[in-house]
């Protein structure tokens, strides 16, 4: 079984995940609210006492994961997919694209963005407004983007292959030179000024 290594105050304690499924993103809401997404549609639940799975009602690999309270997380992974769990249950939510779908960040439950690629195709930036999913426009960019994140609504970055940053400023999303073609996986910042890719 896959080990989980969780620190604390008094440094990292080794934990079984219950699962042999590969494991791809983490977010939680509180210590005793942690989410985990994985291949297969594999999704683990941290209530404070071990993880337990969750029924996701999906097969396809899950990429991604971010919420903005314990009754309000997304999920998205390949071929477009999207989930959304409600405190209850997961349910697929109508998605804008049937590409890939790798990373998810939200300003709040009415702005959230998740970024993903096809090898023949634009990338994929796709917003959802609290109603319903759209495709945003991206310039064109080829290669594949992995991970969003935000200081605010009008202030994200998507990051990706051969060193991609793009920067939305709320109105539309701009290409940023990087300095390095080295492919991005995630990004992640304290601040509009500290952040880190």
Same mark, same amino acid.
């Given at each position: 079984a896959i080990m989980w290594d969780i620190y604390d105050a008094s440094g990292w304690t080794t934990m079984a995940s219950g699962t042999h499924e590969t494991l791809n993103d983490i977010w939680g809401n509180s210590a005793r609210d942690v989410y985990i997404v994985g291949n297969n549609g594999t999704i683990l639940h941290?209530?404070?006492?071990?993880?337990?799975?969750?029924?996701?009602?999906?097969?396809?690999?899950?990429?991604?994961?971010?919420?903005?309270?314990?009754?309000?997380?997304?999920?998205?992974?390949?071929?477009?997919? @999207?989930? #959304? *769990?409600? !405190?209850? &249950? =997961?349910?697929? /939510?109508? +998605?804008?694209?049937?590409?890939d779908l790798h990373g998810i960040w939200g300003s709040s439950e009415n702005d959230v963005y998740a970024v993903g690629w096809s090898r023949y195709t634009d990338n994929k @930036?796709? #917003? *959802?407004? !609290?109603? &319903? =999913?759209?495709? /945003?426009? +991206?310039?064109?960019?080829?290669?594949?983007?992995?991970d969003v994140w935000g200081s605010s609504n009008t202030d994200i970055l998507a990051v990706g292959a051969g060193g991609a940053i793009f920067h939305y400023d709320g109105t539309a999303w701009f290409p940023m030179s990087s300095g390095t073609t080295s492919e991005l996986r995630d990004v992640w910042g304290s601040s509009a000024t500290n952040v880190f890719a």
């Open positions: 941290h209530y404070g006492q071990g993880w337990a799975p969750m029924q996701s009602n999906t097969s396809e690999d899950l990429r991604g994961v971010w919420g903005s309270a314990r009754n309000d997380v997304f999920a998205v992974g390949r071929e477009g997919e @999207i989930l #959304h *769990y409600d !405190g209850y &249950s =997961w349910t697929p /939510m109508s +998605s804008p694209t049937a590409q @930036i796709c #917003h *959802y407004n !609290g109603v &319903s =999913w759209s495709e /945003m426009h +991206s310039y064109g960019y080829l290669y594949a983007l992995f």
